[in-house]
């Protein structure tokens, strides 16, 4: 799947140096005392989260900041994945569809999907049609897991899951309860309505240091982050814009 083929000390390393360059809550408050687009864009180019905004244009509508992060999330993700053994990159790689998740679950309304969403590279080509044609359309895509939950039989997350599930290689009783306990973990993290999983996940990743399972520690708090930073884009776009529309 993946053009290398890593082992996992070296992941371990990897991901370790990657996991130590995160952003601190102090370096976020910072950030986020920037009530402009371009003061917090300045302030997120001068912390580690630089690199995830260096293709985004501050003048772009809020859908295409979006799709960038997306975009970038990808690249990184399947960066990681080839980090790891063979065994173990298709259950990395599948992370990368995290944040696509909530836009794929809107292909299950019945109703037609917005103009920016037909113009989305991910979501246009499958996004014509009712629930069923796009369905069907996604069961001929690397996302075709997901074509139950536009279908309506599941949720777009418990669908993410299960295939998660289904990627993990080969191992020991233990090291599955541990990959079970960080789906569970990644489950909570994307319910907004539930207690955060920040702190279990450090846990988790200090607790699981040199396996696969401290990859996706990583990753679930890494899409926390990106969240966070997409929040802070996303509403200072918005608020200028409705500034601009109301002058």
């Not at 069923?132 to 996302?143: I, K, P």
Request: proline share 7%; charged share 25%; hydrophobic share 45%.
């Amino acid at each position: 799947m993946m053009g290398a083929e890593g082992n996992l000390p070296y992941a371990a390393t990897r991901v370790q140096a990657r996991h130590g360059q995160r952003v601190d809550e102090l370096t976020w408050r910072r950030i986020e005392t920037s009530p402009r687009l371009g003061q917090y864009f300045e302030a997120v180019r001068g912390s580690p989260l630089a690199p995830w905004v260096a293709s985004i244009d501050p003048a772009h509508d809020v859908h295409a900041m979006e799709r960038t992060l997306r975009s970038e999330w990808r690249k990184y993700v399947r960066l990681v994945a080839s980090w790891h053994p063979r065994e173990w990159q298709a259950w990395v790689d599948w992370w990368s569809w995290l944040p696509a998740l909530l836009l794929l679950s809107r292909l299950a309304r019945p109703e037609p999907v917005p103009a920016w969403m037909l113009a989305d590279p991910l979501c246009g080509p499958i996004a014509l049609g009712g629930p069923s044609e796009r369905a069907a359309a996604l069961e001929a895509t690397l996302l075709r897991p997901l074509a139950a939950a536009v279908r309506g039989e599941v949720s777009i997350g418990a669908a993410w899951l299960a295939e998660a599930a289904r990627r993990v290689p080969r191992v020991d009783a233990q090291t599955r309860e541990s990959l079970k306990a960080l789906l569970r973990l990644q489950a909570r993290a994307t319910e907004p309505t539930r207690p955060s999983a920040r702190i279990p996940l450090l846990r988790l990743f200090r607790a699981a240091a040199g396996s696969a399972i401290a990859s996706g520690c990583h990753l679930a708090l890494l899409s926390l982050e990106l969240e966070r930073l997409r929040g802070g884009l996303v509403v200072r776009r918005l608020f200028e814009a409705a500034s601009s529309e109301a002058a």
